[in-house]
C-alpha cells in the first residue's frame, strides 16, 4: 500500500513535466502558439521570448526530474531507519544563487536593444492616427489632408483601424475614461492606455492583412469584447479607403454615402479649414 | 529525502509536545498523527482518499448538475400598474403576447408584421450554432444585458449607465432619418448598430457582418412591435363594456387587424417617409453661413441657446427629462401624491363602501411603488448636447445634423425646428454647430504643448 502511494504520488508528479512539454509540442499543430507576426520588431521579440522558454524550459524539466525521482526512490516502504540531519551545503547555495544570478543579468542586458527599440526610439513624425480607448470601443481619429490632429478636417472613426504597410507608423494613444491596454497581437505591440496621458506607440508592418485589436487592461465589464480591427494595406488603398470614409463623414445627402462608398469621391468638402483664420 | 522526512517529524514533534505543554489539542486532532512506527499517517482514510473526494466535490460544485430555466418575457409592469389591471387580466395579456409573438426562444412574428422569420431565428434565442461557422443567439450575446431579454432597457448592466439603454416597447426611437413622430427605417437601425451612439455607452458594432447587423435590426424591430402592440392591450381594458367582463376578446383575427395592423403599418410607412434634405449650395460661403447660423442659433426663431446655454455648453437647462423617465417619474410622482392624500382621509368617518374603495386605493398605491422600487429604473435628467465637444450621439455628418434640427429628437426636449426655419437656415445653423468645437482664442492647429510628454 505504501509503495503503490508512492508510485501513484510520483507518477502524478512525473505529468506535469510530461504534459507541459506535450502541450508546447502539441500546440502549434492546433493553432495554439504565437499569433502571427508581420512587424518589423516581432522577430527580436519572439527571438527573446524563445530564448527565455529555453531556458526555463530545461531548468524546469531537470528539477521536475529530480522531484519525480526523489519520491520515486525514497519512500517509507525502502527507507531503512532514521534520516541524517545536515546543516546544509554553503557551498551549494553560494552557487545555485550565483548561477541564476548570472543568467537574469544577461537576459536584462541581452534584451535592452529590443527594448528601446520598441520603447525608447521613437521615430520623429507626426502622428499617423490618435487611438482613443473608450468604454468599451477604440476611438480612432486621422489628421486629415493638413496633416495636423485636431482641425475640421479630421477623420472620426471607430474600432476599424487601416494603417499603411512598409512605412513607419506613430500612433497616439489616450483613454477618455479608465485604464485601457492598445495590444495588437500580430504586430507584437502592447501598450496600456493611461487617462490624462498621451503616449506614443510605434511599429512598422511589412505584411497586408487583417488582425485584431485587442483591449489588455481591465476596464470594465465590457472588456472581453472591447476587440477592434486594423487592417495593413499598401499606402495607395489606404488613401482612396481614407478619401472614401471621409466623403461618408461629410455627407449633406443620404445617397452621398452609397455615392462615396462606389466611387471614393469627396463630394461636398465642407472646407471649414480654409475659412477659419 | 530521509533527512526532509526526518526534519518533518520533529517539527511535529515540536508542535504537538508545545500544545500538549500549553494544555490545548492540535487543530488536526486525531484526524492525522502518528502510527507505531513513528510515521505519519491519517487516522481514518489514507489522505489521497480524502484529497480525491475533496476533488470530485470541487468538480460538482463547479459544473453544477442542473438546466437553468428558459428565458421569458417579462410584463411592462408599469404600465399594468398603471392601468390598474388585476392578475388575471395581466395573465390574459402575458397568453395574447405569446400566441402571436412567441417567446425569446421562439419568436413568432405575424406575417402582417412584415418581418423576416430567418432574420429573427438568428438573433433570438440562447447562443448556438444550427450551422457550422453559423452563431445563432445574436441578441442575447450583444444586447441582452444592457437592452434586457424583453428590450425593456432595463438588463442587469443597464443601472449602471447613463443615458439608460433604449426600451423599445414604447417604439419611440431618437436617431433617424424621419420626421419625428415616425418610426425609424431600417437603415436607421443599421447605422446606429454599425457606429454606435458616441458620447453613450451604446458601442460601434462595426465588426459584425452585414447580415447579423440586419438580423438585430429585425430583432429590435420585433421587440419593439411586441412592446407596442402589449401596451395596447393593456390599455384597451378600459376601454372594455360591463359585459366584457373585464376580459379583451381573444379573437387572433380581431387582436391582428385593430391592434397589430396600425403598429406595424406605422413601422412599414417609415421605409419611405424620410426627410427631404435640399441640397446645401457647392460654392457656399461658409464664413458667411457660419455667421449666419451663429445669429439664427442666438436667436428667437431656433432658441437653441434656451437650452444649450449661451456658450454651447449644454448647461441652458439641466431639468428635463426624456419621455421614458418622464413615465417613470410621473408614476413616482402619482403614487407620492395618493399617498399624501390618502394619508389625510381616515376610515374613522367613512361607511363601507368608502372604506373599501379607500383600502383598494392604499392597496394600488403599494403595489405601485413596489413595481417601480423593482421593476423601474431611478428617473435621471436628461441634458442638452454640449456642442463644444464635437461629439454628437446621432452620427458626426453634416446630414445628420440636419436631421437633428429638422426632425428635432423623439422622446427628448429637443424640438423640430421643421416649420419654424427655413431649411438653408437650417444647413446655416449646421455649419456653425460644427464649427464651434474649433472655436476659441487661439491659432487652429498648432500645438505647443508646455510638458515635455505631450510634444510628440
Known sequence: MKRFAAVFWSLLFLSVPVLGVATFIVGPAYDIWLPRDVSEHGAAVDGLFYFILALTGVVFIATEMVLFWFIWKYDESKSNGPGRYVHGSHTLEVVWTIIPAAVLLFLAIYQMNTWADVKMRRPNMTPTVEVVGRQFEWRLRYPGRDGMLGTPDDLHLVNDLHLPIDEDILIQLKSMDVLHSFFLPNVRIKQDAVPGMKIPVWFKAREEGVFDIVCAELCGWGHYKMKGRVTFEPREAFERWLERKYAEQEATQPRDSEMAMASGVVSHPTQIAKNQP | MKMLVRTLDMEYETVSAFAAQAGFKTPSGDLIRRDTRGHLSSGLFPVWVLGGVAVVLLLLTTTGCGKTAAASYRLNMVESAKQRLKPEQEQQVATILAALFGTPDEPIAPSECGLDAAKLHLAAGPVRSDIVGRKNGLYREHCAHCHGVTGDGMGPTAAFLNPYPRDYRPGVFKFKSTERADKPTHADLVMVLRNGLAGSSMPSFALLSDAKIDALSEYVKYLSIRGEVELALMRAFFELDDEDQGR???????????????????????????????????????????????????????????????????????????????????????????????????????????????????????????????????????????????????????????????????????????????????????????????DFNGTLGVDKPMVARDRL
Open chain 2, 248 to 438: 379583451l376578446p381573444e379573437d387572433r383575427e380581431f387582436l391582428i387587424e385593430e391592434i397589430v395592423l396600425p403598429v406595424a403599418e406605422a413601422w412599414q410607412a417609415a421605409e419611405d417617409a424620410l426627410i427631404d434634405v435640399p441640397e446645401m449650395a457647392a460654392d457656399i460661403d461658409m464664413a458667411a453661413s457660419i455667421a449666419k447660423g451663429k445669429e439664427l442659433f442666438y436667436g428667437n426663431k431656433a432658441n437653441c441657446v434656451k437650452c444649450h446655454g449661451v456658450t454651447g455648453l449644454g448647461d441652458g437647462q439641466v431639468n428635463d427629462y426624456d419621455d421614458w423617465n418622464k413615465v417613470v417619474l410621473q408614476a413616482h410622482k402619482t403614487v407620492q401624491g395618493g399617498l399624501e392624500q390618502a394619508g389625510e382621509a381616515s376610515t374613522w368617518d367613512m361607511d363601507a363602501d368608502e372604506a373599501d374603495e379607500h383600502r383598494a386605493e392604499l392597496a394600488w398605491l403599494d403595489r405601485f411603488q413596489k413595481v417601480l422600487d423593482g421593476n423601474a429604473l431611478p428617473p435621471r435628467t436628461i441634458r442638452p448636447r454640449n456642442l463644444r465637444q464635437g461629439i454628437y450621439r446621432g452620427g458626426m455628418r453634416p446630414l445628420d445634423l440636419y436631421y437633428r434640427i429638422h426632425a428635432g429628437i423623439n422622446g427628448a426636449p429637443m424640438p423640430a425646428a421643421k416649420g419654424t426655419v427655413p431649411p438653408e437656415d437650417i444647413w446655416h445653423i449646421v455649419n456653425y454647430i460644427r464649427s464651434l468645437p474649433y
